[in-house]
C-alpha cells in the first residue's frame, strides 16, 4: 500500500507565504511525475503544478511566477513553495504522484488534501 500526506496548510494573510509538503510512503519501487492540485469551494479541482522525475515543470497560469515546485527523490517527496498568495488561492490543495510498487505497475494516488486559507 501506498500513502501520501500533506502537510504545511494553514491560514494566512494576503502577500505572505506557505510552502506545502507531500511525502509519499509504503511500498514505492519509483514515482514518476507528482503534482498538485487544489479546489475551491464550488469549484472543480483543477492543477497547480507538476513535476518529473527529471525535474521538468509546469505550472498553471494562475500561480506562474508565485508558486514553486520542487521535489526530494531521495525523501519520496514533493512540495510546493507559495509565495505572494492571494485570496483566491484558498483552497484544499491535494498532492498527486504516479507511482510504482514494482516494475510496469504505475498507479496514481491522490494525498487528502491540506486546507489553505488566504485571508486578513
Known amino acids: 500500500q501506498v500513502q501520501l500526506v500533506e502537510s504545511g496548510g494553514g491560514l494566512v494573510q494576503p502577500g505572505g507565504s506557505l510552502r506545502l509538503s507531500c511525502a509519499a510512503s509504503?511500498?514505492?519501487?519509483?514515482?514518476?511525475?507528482m503534482g498538485w492540485y487544489r479546489q475551491a469551494p464550488g469549484k472543480e479541482r483543477e492543477l497547480v503544478a507538476t513535476?518529473?522525475?527529471?525535474?521538468?515543470?509546469n505550472y498553471a497560469d494562475s500561480v506562474e511566477g508565485r508558486f514553486t515546485i520542487s521535489r526530494d527523490n531521495a525523501k519520496n517527496t514533493v512540495y510546493l513553495q507559495m509565495n505572494s498568495l492571494k485570496p483566491e488561492d484558498t483552497a484544499v490543495y491535494y498532492c498527486?504522484?504516479?507511482?510504482?510498487?514494482?516494475?510496469?505497475?504505475?498507479?496514481?494516488?491522490w494525498g487528502k488534501g491540506t486546507l489553505v486559507t488566504v485571508s486578513s
Open positions: 498527486n504522484a504516479e507511482i510504482l510498487s514494482v516494475p510496469f505497475s504505475a498507479m496514481n494516488y
Open positions: 513535476i518529473t522525475s527529471g525535474g521538468i515543470t
Open positions: 509504503g511500498s514505492i519501487f519509483s514515482i514518476n511525475a
